[in-house]
């Protein structure tokens, strides 16, 4: 009897090894361009076992996809993405991804809602400031976009190409809505710490993402352990072979889970779906679990 538990066991591993994951999606309650159910489904016919919806700053995506999933049987993790604004470090921003939060709960979706509206409030200056430069977009669309979705960048990236101001998102941002640009305005944001704190007060694991666009280094990934960081991306579509190797060197160092996603906003620019492209093995989502269910005790 022990033989045979140990073989199922072992090839409940294998099984287990063979299942991916991908733990950074966004939809068009964000800055993507599917909804909840038609990622749900793209992942299905990917051949993952599960996904994480991480908006921006926003969750209202989350209750679809769990709902689809359950029909797909595509594992939905609730998730979100927040933006922060780094202390002493040359970057314009760093996102905290958050997993397994708590995500209905009042106070925390409160929070969110201030986001939202300070979103809102920075997208009409955007196009004000568009507008002074000769650029006229249609102020109506956007609040047909804000009925539906958390107002970013994107939204007005995209306005810019069907007026032919631009032929895509990359020129949309070099000439007018990249840091530093002429219609760049600054994104209401939490300091990192109050990012983390905000997810563990509702369960949640927090974990820094795409560290590589935030020249993230020894120091500013130790500030952020000792605020309560849980993890780090170490795969993403924009690491290097050299950058995975030195987040995962960090994440061992500072006792971190290693996660990882695509970063997939669903078709941009025509180009098919990065979706699944960085395919994080199941372990992770299994490791995101195990601390959910049994945190560290408090020091």
């Known amino acids: 009897m022990l033989e045979i538990n140990v073989i199922g066991a072992t090839k409940l591993h294998i099984f287990m090894d063979k299942l991916y994951a991908d733990l950074h999606v966004h939809t068009k309650y964000s800055d993507g361009t599917f909804s909840p159910a038609e990622s749900v489904n793209y992942a299905k016919k990917s051949g993952l076992a599960a996904i ?3 908006d921006h700053d926003t969750t209202d995506g989350i209750a679809e996809a769990i709902a689809e999933g359950l029909n797909t049987g595509v594992e939905v993790i609730p998730g979100v993405e927040l933006s922060a ?8 921003e760093m ?3 958050g997993y397994f939060m708590n995500w209905q709960n009042e106070s925390f979706q409160q929070q969110l809602k201030i986001f939202k509206e300070a979103r809102e ?5 955007i196009l004000e400031k568009l507008k002074n430069m000769g ?3 249609d ?6 976009i804000k009925k539906v979705s958390v107002i970013g960048r994107l939204h007005i990236a995209k306005m810019l190409i069907e007026q032919n101001v631009v032929s895509n998102t990359y020129q949309a941002f070099r000439k007018y809505l ?3 640009k002429p219609a760049y305005v600054p994104k209401f944001r939490l300091a990192p ?4 704190k905000m997810i563990l007060q509702v369960g949640g694991i927090p974990v820094l993402a795409h560290p590589h666009c935030n020249n993230v280094d020894h120091d500013v990934v130790k500030s952020l352990v000792d605020s309560g960081l849980k993890g780090i991306e170490v795969w993403h579509t924009k690491h290097t072979p050299e950058e995975t190797n030195k987040f995962r060197k960090m994440a061992i160092k500072f006792g971190l889970i290693m996660t990882g996603g695509s970063d997939c906003h669903g078709e941009v620019n025509n180009a098919a779906p990065i979706m699944g492209t960085v395919k994080v093995p199941y372990d992770v989502v299994s490791q995101l679990k195990e601390l959910k269910n049994n945190p560290p005790l408090a020091v």
């Open 52 to 54: 994480s919806i991480t």
């Open 85 to 92: 604004e780094p202390k002493n470090v040359n970057s314009q």
């Open 95 to 97: 996102h905290i991804l």
């Open 121 to 125: 409030k920075r997208a009409f200056q």
């Open 135 to 137: 650029i006229a977009l």
């Open 139 to 144: 102020e109506q669309k956007l609040l047909n």
């Open 178 to 180: 990249g840091y530093g």
């Open 193 to 196: 710490n109050e990012a983390i």
